[in-house]
């Protein structure tokens, strides 16, 4: 059974940046797409970002395209997010995910089964 968990989350100002990583236990994790959902209180948890198993594919919302960067070290079974140029609406808690599933698009979260426990990102103005 593979787990995630999610670290580098914190207080930031506008403009900073902050680099999100999660850490998988288990032998699949290169097996997987990795993606990053965001969620703010009283709403969905959104698509922020996702790379295939290579990292040959990478999608990003287009909240955060040009600014955000998702990669991934399958040897150390952790992947990142690079969040740059940070905006007060980035704020939110930010959850990895593992999908065993290849699609057109791997936006929809119910293409994910494995998730982190989640962790807390503020940007403040």
């Known amino acids: 059974q593979v787990q995630l968990v999610e670290s580098g989350g914190g207080l930031v100002q506008a403009g900073g940046s902050v680099r999100l990583s999660c850490a998988a236990s288990g032998a699949k994790f290169s097996n997987y797409y990795m993606a990053w959902f965001r969620q703010t209180p009283g709403k969905e948890r959104d698509f922020v970002a996702t790379?295939?198993?290579?990292?040959?594919?990478?999608d990003y919302a287009d909240s955060v395209k040009g600014r955000f960067i998702i990669t991934r070290d399958n040897a150390k079974l952790t992947g990142y997010l690079q969040m740059n140029s940070l905006k007060p609406e980035d704020t939110g808690i930010y959850y990895c995910?593992?999908?065993?599933?290849?699609?057109?698009?791997?936006?929809?979260?119910?293409?994910?089964?494995?998730w982190g426990q989640g962790t807390q990102v503020t940007v403040s103005s």
């Open positions: 790379i295939s198993w290579g990292g040959g594919m990478v």
């Open positions: 995910a593992q999908s065993k599933f290849s699609a057109a698009t791997m936006r929809n979260i119910s293409l994910y089964e494995i």
